[in-house]
């Protein structure tokens, strides 16, 4: 499984992004996952898409953040509105292979960057 993240730039505090992961020979079920990684912080997660159709979202982006995914189920998306400051990080894709309730497998996509700026 290789994963391919996109939409990553610089935008203005207000501002919106939408970030793409292709995920590439992916058969299993599976949930999405966006995570990010503040300058000088650890990662954190983001939003999830989980394979029962239900989302979560972090406390601090919920609101402004959706997330989505294509009918293949091969590409998840992160639309991200009303950008802050704080919101800049790396962003990381991450694809949980499911057996059950139980991660068989995770696979992490190399990250984009966003910075939001004036």
């Known amino acids: 499984v290789q994963l391919a993240e996109s939409g990553g730039g610089l935008v203005l505090p207000g501002g919106s992004l939408r970030l793409s992961c292709v995920a590439s020979g992916l058969t299993c079920t599976h949930d999405m996952n966006w995570y990010r990684q503040p300058p000088g912080k650890e990662r954190e997660f983001v939003s999830g898409?989980?394979?029962?159709?239900?989302?979560g979202y972090a406390d601090s982006v919920k609101g402004r953040f959706a997330i989505s995914q294509n009918n293949a189920k091969n590409t998840v998306y992160l639309q991200m509105n009303s950008l802050k400051p704080e919101d800049t990080a790396i962003y990381y894709c991450?694809?949980?292979?499911?057996?059950?309730?139980?991660?068989?497998?995770?696979?992490w996509g190399q990250g984009t960057q966003v910075t939001v700026s004036s």
């Open positions: 991450k694809i949980e292979c499911m057996i059950g309730t139980m991660v068989a497998r995770e696979y």
């Open positions: 898409l989980y394979n029962d159709g239900s989302t």
